[in-house]
């Protein structure tokens, strides 16, 4: 088929990071499928990734979908090009607000902000009961965790399917991380943002905690964001900036050996709508210790994770501590087995193959 996928969140030259989940939805699309991407909100010029997936990316703002506005007809032509309609992440649906879609329509969702409290008034705004009757518009909605089905199906949507994200999978000659023992340095890594959701400030208070009580700790964070400077902060009030590293910005195809070369992923988050860096890290055999709600809760091997219900540095570092003794937690290579089997690339195919099959028979609206 001719896919025509329309997003706001696609990886271009100003966000490396933004809507990567999204990039590698198409490529395993454009595996069976004409993929065209349109980009909305990006003024970087057309690019063609593979002989089936091209991306057309245009300036983006809400009031160009009024009529008049330069969005409104580039839709119109790229849609009567296209034998179904794919849009991901749900403030692309505001593009289509007033606009008739006449063939088959499948919609993923990643937005937190369905299932979290808004931020902000306007955040509020854009999540309010009447907008989210637009998850009503598609014939079929594709949600990539429990959670966020519940509360796609709450808005009225009529056929919600959970395929979950894509997860970076190592090739069978990747080195397994070093095994994690009590008498032995350890090495632990989080990635994601410097933000308050994600706890940078909680992560170097564990790493404290845990050298308190003895164990030859350190921590390494990928990532950037607002916090960065509070966090360095903290680690040198606590004595332990030695210990801590944070490394910026680094590049999604550097992760996978990064993580490979620490032993356990702490991120003390609040929510994840799925959790696809705690995903990654089983993958690559690092046992996990996080917080907080998301889909993660549905894949983490108790065995081989702790899930803390208190978000404080002391029930983290008691997580840590845990997981560590554990003598029955899985080994790198059976976290890696178990993630593969979870993750796996053909049952996601398989998955978007059912949810294209009962769009196709819809006939559109």
């Given at each position: 088929m001719r896919v025509?996928?329309?997003?706001?969140?696609?990886?271009?030259?100003?966000?490396?990071?933004?809507?990567?989940f999204n990039m590698r939805d198409?490529?395993?699309?454009?595996?069976?499928?004409?993929?065209?991407?349109?980009?909305?909100?990006s003024s970087d010029p057309d690019v063609r990734l593979s002989d089936s997936l091209?991306?057309?990316?245009?300036?983006?703002?809400?009031?160009?979908?009024?009529?008049?506005?330069?969005?409104?007809?580039?839709?119109?032509?790229?849609?009567?090009?296209?034998?179904?309609?794919?849009?991901?992440?749900?403030?692309?649906?505001?593009?289509?607000?007033?606009?008739?879609?006449?063939?088959?329509?499948v919609h993923t969702e990643h937005y937190s902000l369905l299932i979290a409290k808004a931020p902000s008034w306007r955040a509020g705004l854009l999540t309010s009961a009447p907008m989210r009757r637009l998850l009503r518009r598609p014939d079929e909605v594709i949600a990539v965790g429990q959670e966020l089905a519940a509360a796609i199906r709450r808005s009225g949507a009529s056929s919600v399917s959970v395929i979950r994200n894509d997860v970076a999978l190592p090739?069978?000659?990747?080195?397994?991380?070093?095994?994690?023992?009590?008498?032995?340095?350890?090495?632990?890594?989080a990635t994601g943002g410097l933000v308050v959701n994600k706890g940078p400030v909680e992560a170097v208070r564990v790493t404290a905690l845990l050298r308190e009580r003895g164990y030859d700790v350190s921590l390494t964070w990928a990532g950037n964001g607002p916090l960065r400077e509070?966090?360095?902060?903290?680690?040198?009030?606590?004595?332990i900036e030695g210990a801590v590293r944070f490394l910026g910005h680094v590049d999604t195809s550097k992760i996978p050996e990064l993580l490979r070369e620490h032993q356990l992923f702490l991120l003390p988050t609040a929510y994840e709508t799925f959790g696809v860096s705690i995903a990654e890290a089983i993958a690559q055999g690092l046992p996990v210790v996080t917080s907080g709600t998301g889909e993660y809760q549905s894949f983490l091997p108790p065995r081989?994770?702790?899930?803390v219900r208190e978000r404080t540095p002391e029930a983290l570092a008691d997580g840590v501590e845990s997981l560590i003794r554990d003598?029955?937690?899985?080994?790198?290579?059976?976290?890696?087995?178990?993630?593969?089997?979870?993750?796996?690339?053909?049952?996601?195919?398989?998955?978007y193959r059912k949810v294209y099959r009962r769009a196709a028979d819809s006939g559109g609206r």
């Open positions: 025509l996928v329309v997003t706001r969140w696609f990886p271009d030259s100003h966000s490396a990071m933004s809507g990567v198409c490529r395993l699309l454009a595996e069976d499928h004409d993929v065209t991407v349109l980009h909305l909100g091209r991306v057309v990316r245009v300036p983006f703002r809400t009031k160009d979908i009024r009529p008049g506005g330069t969005v409104r007809p580039l839709l119109r032509r790229m849609l009567g090009e296209a034998d179904l309609l794919h849009t991901m992440a749900y403030p692309t649906l505001t593009a289509f607000l007033g606009l008739r879609v006449g063939i088959p329509w090739g069978v000659d990747a080195p397994l991380p070093d095994s994690l023992n009590a008498s032995s340095p350890i090495r632990m890594i509070e966090s360095e902060q903290v680690a040198r009030d606590l004595g081989g994770s702790r899930i003598e029955e937690r899985l080994s790198s290579e059976e976290l890696r087995t178990y993630a593969a089997s979870e993750f796996g690339a053909e049952t996601r195919g398989d998955g």
